[in-house]
């Protein structure tokens, strides 16, 4: 099965960090925009950051400050450091891109911010 895995959620007090970390199959990173993504409980699916294939980073207002999204093309792997973190940023965050038509998605993984 072709898609990003992701990896280094997990429990953390109010404004302390976490890093994610992404790894994906060459045919999905190579040249492609890479995107975090995160779903809180009973909310939509929502952007966090994307960055492009030569690094240029984009970011969600709620981002903007706090996390930054970078890529490692020798490593096929995208991160996003997460700093200042609040209990509103909990939920399963998901790593993707698209590669023509389709959306490739990770399975996700849980960050849980306590107050």
């Known amino acids: 099965q072709v898609q990003p895995v992701e990896s280094g959620g997990g429990l953390v007090q109010a404004g302390g960090s976490l890093r994610l970390s992404c790894v994906a199959p060459?045919?999905?990173?190579?040249?492609?925009?890479m995107g975090w993504y995160r779903q809180a409980p009973g909310k939509q699916r929502e952007l966090v950051a994307t960055?492009?294939?030569?690094?240029?980073?984009n970011y969600a207002d709620s981002a903007k400050g706090r996390f930054t999204i970078s890529r490692d093309n020798a490593k096929n792997t995208v991160y996003l450091q997460m700093n200042s973190l609040k209990p509103d940023d909990t939920g399963v965050y998901y790593c993707?891109?698209?590669?023509?038509?389709?959306?490739?998605w990770g399975q996700g993984t849980q960050v849980t911010v306590s107050s």
């Open positions: 960055v492009t294939s030569g690094g240029y980073p």
């Open positions: 060459g045919r999905l990173f190579s040249g492609n925009t």
């Open positions: 993707s891109t698209m590669v023509g038509p389709l959306n490739y």
